[in-house]
């Protein structure tokens, strides 16, 4: 096995507060009408990538990084870092928290924490995020909660189509409803519920709250950080840089035919968010999931919209 793309085949995850857009804006054959999150590209044990088709068709993303270490590049970490996602939050998702990687290690025994990022694929008019808090203390934070004042606690921010927003481990959120998002995450599922909006599922239990743990996580005051994203643009591609920090970097690119993507000494995780074409030798389409193992150029035939990460060997704990 040597330089390569993988198409994976995306996992789908039902949640309380999933529709069924991913079925229309990426031509996916859902399982249900309440699927909230499709897992493009993951070697999580909630949801493993397996490869779809060529040379590693069958194998599992996790088996790859295990025995063929050499086409991703020079990591030293046992877990493969990054998980990529795209959800539809038909309706609001719980007020949220998740530890760095030190405090996952600490309280879960996991190897990562969860510093991730989303680019607005699409959001309805009126969408909005919940993102900070207003608490200067801890105190403070735990007075708002204990008295229900949710409103004064949380802080909202419209949102719109083509809008990126950085979240760095120890960030209270919600994604709220009508809202598509592209998630690059690190390879994590510790989720601490701060609240739940009082709802029920359909045996009609409350979803547990981890007010405790959220405590400990929970970033204050906080601070919400804008990356400065960096655009280039060239005769066959407009690429933007969204963000570069140890986790990973990613990219928002749009690609006719001719451009060239130049190969790195490391892996990269490519959704193709919309258009049709080829790179290389394989057909793309919107909604397909790819890692690029390292090394290789590639030609792109066609006009493609893809979100594209990396992880630097920095990351390595």
Partial sequence: MS??????????????WGGEKLASRFNYS??????????????????????????????????L??????????????????????????DDLSVQVHPNDAQAQELEGVPYGKTECWYVVEA???????????????????????????????????????????????????????????????????????????RTDESGQTREINLDKAMTVTTIPQEVVMPEVKAKQMKTAQIKRLVQVPEFNVYHVRATTGFKLRGIERFRALTILSGKGSIGSLEVNTG????????????????LEWIMSDVPFTSST
């Avoid at 063929?68 to 877990?79: N, P």
């Avoid at 419209?158 to 690190?186: H, M, N, R």
Wanted: contains cysteine; glycine residues 10%.
């Fill in 65 to 90: 990084w295990k025995n063929e270490r050499h086409l991703f590049g020079k990591y030293t970490d046992d877990a493969f870092p990054l998980l990529i996602k795209i959800l539809d939050a038909a």
């Fill in 124 to 198: 309805e008019e009126g969408a909005e995020l919940i993102i900070g808090h207003t608490a200067r203390s801890e105190n403070e934070l735990l007075d708002h909660i204990n008295n229900g004042e949710w409103d004064r606690l949380l802080t909202r921010q419209p949102v719109t189509k083509g809008d990126f927003i950085f979240v760095p481990s120890g960030t209270v959120y919600a994604i709220g409803e009508g809202i598509v998002i592209l998630e690059t995450q690190q390879s994590s599922d510790t989720t601490y519920r701060m609240h739940d909006f009082d």
């Fill in 30 to 63: 859902l399982p249900s009408d309440r699927i909230g999150e499709c897992w493009g590209v993951s070697a999580h044990p909630h949801g493993e990538s397996i490869v779809a088709e060529g040379e590693c068709a069958g194998h599992s993303l996790s088996d």
């Fill in 3 to 16: 330089h390569m793309i993988l198409k994976m085949k995306p996992v789908f995850q039902e949640r309380l």
């Fill in 288 to 303: 397909d999931h790819l890692m690029l193992t390292k090394g290789t150029s590639y030609r792109i035939k066609g006009d």
